[in-house]
């Protein structure tokens, strides 16, 4: 069944399906995986986080809604809101079409990443988790 | 617990997004909630609604009967009219809303919900006590679908052997779709013109005539429609459902339901009582509509607050993204002294208190660009 979702080799996942992408400059690139868009279905609105607000791992910045249904977004690590997706204001939809890239919905500077990278799972144990949520 | 399934469970299985909807299998969407919504508010879509309350009242206490357990006035009814109403409890609680048809001088066919489906006919036995009536849950001996939009008209026609145009608002007709006798009446729960159309003799463990009908009127132009859209296309006409916007702790002077209750019929009706009570006492909620001005998008649960948002008002009984509209509604209640049309409330969504003012909801659109009355 999990074939069906697509996931990005290198990135670290939660089990909520947010995803976290390291980016050279030490800041992480946060969003949700193609697996929770596919639940949400037709996204119709991002609350997205605050700018410099503190993101606390695993707690909620933000949610994601369809026309039925409204999803937190947690924070796959804690740290500040440096930078926050915009585009997803006008246009929710790109988190349907691309939610590994033009969907990513906030950029944030961690204060613990090695500590919280070891509570995320790598993309084999994402797809484990999949699997074991389809039934 | 294994969910129930309707009569056309095997076209949802195979081509819908079904979900656990008070422990029926229903179909949330096939396609996507937006687009289903968009074919009933622009050209016609067809929802399985099966799983709602089927009952035939027949004998000849059955209208008396009828005016004893609804608010509204049955005895008003013409042969093959239909007429909206309320039962209540002894305190004016609301039992459930529900459509009752005139088929003849002494039989009634009864509409009602599916999460109350066995509260209802029970609540009708209850209350038929010392009247000359047999009650006959039809609910799993009979097919029930809506074809809804400003296309429906002429899409059931292209099966049907009778002229449907000659069906009014609210009226019940027997007639022949692919072949087979059925009924149809002329209403739904979207706000467009449309029909619902019931499968006589079709019982759950042989649903072949009903999928036959719901096939054809597929292939006769009809966009299969989930709950999702039913609920978002109910919402922007304002139409209530049972058990959030409406329920036992209710009762219809709150819910603006006044124009289905008549006091002054004869021989009174359950519950009359304790609502003339609370009417002399004053109404402490009345339901409103709520538009969202801000950003954000209401829904069931979420707190009302005056404008300095320091007051809770109430709480949110529907809300949702309005297709239609394009921005957050809601139905909610709130103490009458606030349900002024343009009054600026305040609903919080999650952290944030967003901006939302007091409209008119019934139904929130235009209604000279959507719905049955629209410009044609």
């Known amino acids: 069944m999990s074939e069906e979702y697509k996931t990005v080799e290198g990135l670290y996942y939660t089990e909520e399906h947010e995803w976290a992408k390291r980016i050279e400059d030490g800041t992480v690139l946060v969003g949700i995986t193609d697996y929770a868009q596919k639940q949400l279905h037709e996204i119709v609105y991002v609350e997205l986080p605050e700018l410099e607000s503190e993101a606390v791992q695993a707690e909620p910045i933000g949610a994601v809604e369809s026309v039925k249904a409204v999803s937190d977004m947690n924070a796959p690590v804690g740290g500040t809101v440096v930078e926050v997706n915009e585009g997803l204001e006008d246009s929710p939809e790109l988190l349907n079409e691309d939610p590994y890239g033009e969907g990513w919905i906030a950029r944030i500077e961690p204060n613990d990443l090695d500590g919280d990278l070891l509570r995320l799972m790598d993309v084999e144990a994402y797809r484990k988790h999949m699997a074991e949520s389809e039934h | ?376």
């Not at chain 2, 042989?206 to 597929?218: F, H, Y």
């Not at chain 2, 209530?240 to 709150?254: A, F, Q, R, V």
Request: aromatic fraction near 10%; proline fraction near 5%.
């Open chain 2, 1 to 376: 617990m294994e969910l129930r399934k309707t009569h056309i469970y095997e076209f949802h299985a195979e081509h819908g997004n079904i979900v656990d909807f008070g422990g029926f299998a229903m179909p949330v969407w096939y396609e996507g909630i937006i687009s289903e919504h968009n074919a009933v508010r622009d050209g016609v879509g067809i929802f399985d609604t099966s799983h709602m309350g089927r009952s035939m009242a027949e004998g000849p206490d059955t209208e008396k009967f009828l005016n004893w357990v609804v608010t509204n006035d049955v005895s008003k009814l013409g042969l093959n009219e239909g007429i909206y109403s309320v039962m209540l409890k002894p305190d004016a609680g609301i039992v459930d809303d529900l459509i009752t048809y005139k088929m003849r001088e002494d039989k009634f066919f009864i509409v009602y919900n599916a999460g109350t489906r066995e509260k209802d006919f029970a609540w009708f036995k209850k209350n038929s006590e010392g009247f000359d009536v047999k009650l006959t849950d039809l609910s799993n001996k009979m097919a029930m679908m809506a074809v809804q939009g400003p296309k429906a008209l002429e899409t059931v026609q292209r099966i049907c052997k009778e002229d449907l145009s000659k069906v009014g608002r609210f009226n019940i007709a027997k007639v022949t779709l692919s072949g087979l006798p059925c009924m149809v009446t002329r209403t739904g729960y979207t706000g467009e013109d449309g029909f619902e159309v019931y499968v006589p003799d079709s019982p759950l463990e042989n649903p072949e005539k009903a999928l036959k009908v719901w096939n054809d009127l597929v292939k006769a132009g009809a966009k299969p429609c989930g709950l999702g859209a039913r609920d978002s296309l109910r919402m922007e006409a304002g139409l209530n459902l049972y058990g959030s916007d409406i329920d036992e702790k209710t009762n219809p002077l709150e819910a603006r339901l006044r124009w289905v209750v008549k006091f002054k019929k004869p021989g009174g009706f359950v519950g009359k009582e304790a609502l003339e009570k609370a009417r002399k006492k004053g109404l402490k909620k009345i339901q409103v509509g709520i538009e969202v001005v801000g950003k954000g998008i209401p829904r069931h649960g979420y707190e009302i607050l005056d404008e300095s948002g320091e007051k809770v008002l109430g709480v949110v009984t529907s809300g949702g993204m309005a297709p239609s509209l394009g921005y957050g509604i809601a139905i909610g209640y709130v103490p009458p002294e606030y349900r002024e049309l343009g009054t600026p409330v305040k609903i919080r969504i999650r952290k944030r208190l967003v901006d939302g003012k007091i409209v008119k909801s019934h139904p929130f659109y235009d209604d000279s660009v959507y719905g049955w009355k629209r410009d044609s």
